[in-house]
């Protein structure tokens, strides 16, 4: 394995989501690259005159500031050499050149990877088709990949969790960023319950909305198949989604209302081609045969009998959160606050248009919404005064 540190430089030099294969087979190898002066780096036929100029930004004592961090918060690093970067990562076009892992990666190799995506403000119908896919894959042998964010993403990763089976969350910011602080908790029991939280950022790394973009190849590169529960046209989840196409991945999406603008992205990908997902087996279907050791068919149900079975097991509070009649009489809920939200303007619109059906905290409020502090929290008192929304412990707020 070539020493890390190299690998950390030219990750810090060329950025996230560098194109560096070429550049590494032109050369022989990173050290390589590290020890050619300006003038060969400019003759390459592979190397831009700007890469040259990037390649001098940094140098291996940087790579070392961070490898002594993650030693000291415990993270793994896993460089593009090592053997335990993974394999299906490892074919993208532009896969990192180093990963930060808090965690242990050693079950994604080998088995059925399936990447959940979908919208952070999403509805009851996509919080709940979410968790049951994700469950039943999971209960199946299969392993769940998302994005650690609210929404979606959180759903999937609590059914991988709730089925004792292996969820990891690739993230767009660095271990340890104070980022969606509010969704702290389930990273933790990520981690705890077998899985892992990956990043190509260093620790601390700050955030930027290109991150997520970026991120978002993460996802599908370490996927067999991506599944997208919740899009609108301009959704991050299509971004996920045109990477998935690009590096052969399967798409499947789940079906939902043609009258409902928060499903229309998911409805054109069906349009367009995608796989209609209608239970954890029309997915699994698409690998059993390619991983007939480790994925159980024969543990696969409908949505319908999963919620069945859950329901008849669970307790009363369980079985408020997992029944249909609740699902329904949820969303007819959240339909009539958004026609009573379509009334609100100025900045209780802004607000209100941050917050979606998991509790969110107010510093992530007041960064999504790019209202003052000050005007933020009128505008929640107003609008929990309205009815449009509830809070919880710890200044967090989520539609009601």
């Not at 960023?177 to 029991?189: Q, V």
């Amino acid at each position: 394995m070539e020493d890390k540190r190299y690998w950390i430089w030219l990750q810090l030099c060329l950025g996230q989501g560098a194109h560096f294969l070429p550049i590494i087979e032109d050369f022989g190898s990173v050290r390589a690259l590290y020890a050619a002066n300006l003038l060969e780096r400019r003759m390459s036929s592979v190397l831009t005159a700007a890469q040259c100029e990037a390649l001098l930004k940094f140098s291996l004592e940087d790579a070392d500031k961070i490898i002594r961090e993650c030693e000291s918060e415990n993270y793994e690093i896993i460089c593009f050499d090592d053997e335990r970067y993974p394999e299906k990562l490892r074919g993208i076009s532009n896969p990192p050149a180093a990963l930060y892992v808090d965690g242990s990666l050693k079950g994604i190799d080998g088995k059925a990877v399936i990447g959940i995506v979908g919208t952070r403000k999403a509805s009851t119908y996509a919080l709940k088709a979410s968790e049951i896919m994700s469950r039943g894959m999971a209960m199946c042998g299969a392993v769940i990949v998302s994005g650690g964010a609210l929404g979606v993403d959180s759903s999937a990763h609590t059914g991988a969790i709730k089925a004792s089976g292996e969820t990891y969350a690739v993230l767009g910011s660095g271990l340890g960023s104070d980022y969606l602080k509010s969704n702290e908790k389930l990273r933790n029991e990520i981690v705890s319950s077998g899985g892992a939280l990956i990043t190509e950022y260093p620790p601390n790394a700050k955030v930027t909305r290109q991150n997520f973009p970026m991120r978002n190849r993460l996802i599908s590169g370490l996927s067999d198949g991506v599944l997208v529960v919740e899009a609108g046209v301009k959704s991050g989840s299509l971004i996920t989604a045109g990477h998935a196409l690009e590096q052969g991945r399967d798409v499947f999406a789940i079906p939902a209302s043609i009258f409902d603008k928060n499903f229309q992205g998911t409805n054109k990908l069906i349009d367009d081609g995608a796989f209609v997902a209608t239970s954890p087996y029309t997915v699994l279907s698409h690998y059993s045969e390619k991983y007939n050791k480790t994925l159980d068919l024969s543990k696969v149900k409908t949505p319908y009998e999963l919620v069945t079975a859950l329901t008849n097991n669970a307790n009363a509070e369980e079985k408020k959160q997992i029944s249909f009649d609740n699902v329904m009489k949820d969303r007819a809920e959240r339909v009539k606050i958004q026609n009573e939200a379509l009334g609100l303007s100025g900045d209780e619109k802004t607000v209100f248009s941050t917050l979606g059906e998991s509790f969110i905290g107010i510093d992530d409020i007041i960064r999504s919404s790019g209202v003052p502090a000050n005007k933020v929290l009128v505008s929640l008192t107003m609008l929990e005064m309205k009815g449009l929304i509830e809070s919880a412990s710890g200044k967090r707020y989520r539609l009601k």
